[in-house]
């Protein structure tokens, strides 16, 4: 399985920024997808997941009620659809798809995308 992701940029603090990320060389519909990011001099941190048809969701306590993951399964693509960003939000978002339910430990996701920036500015 192939992850691209894309959306990422500048924004304001208070703004808002949807992420996508693209799937392909498998079936999309099988995985967990989630999203971790990782800012500098960080360790990558778990943001959300949702499972595979898109009935469950989780998320880490920070973002809870700003950000929401979504799904389509037709199109083989992930959302994070981020609200009211902090400049604590800054860093690189990846895209992840683990076989099975993974909930948020990193090393169950066996596919991984390159990223993509999302710098929050005060």
């Known amino acids: 399985v192939q992850l691209v992701e894309s959306g990422g940029g500048l924004v304001q603090a208070g703004g808002s920024l949807r992420l996508s990320c693209a799937a392909s060389g498998g079936t999309f519909s099988r995985y967990a997808m989630a999203w971790f990011r990782q800012a500098p001099e960080k360790k990558r941190e778990f943001v959300t997941t949702i499972d595979s048809i898109g009935g469950i969701t989780n998320y880490v306590d920070s973002v809870k009620g700003r950000f929401t993951i979504s799904r389509d399964n037709a199109k083989n693509m992930v959302y994070l659809q981020m609200s009211s960003l902090k400049p604590e939000d800054t860093a690189v978002y990846y895209c992840?798809?683990?076989?099975?339910?993974?909930?948020?430990?990193?090393?169950?996701?066996?596919?991984w995308g390159q990223g993509t920036q999302v710098t929050v500015v005060a």
């Open positions: 992840a798809a683990a076989p099975t339910w993974a909930g948020a430990n990193p090393y169950a996701y066996h596919y």
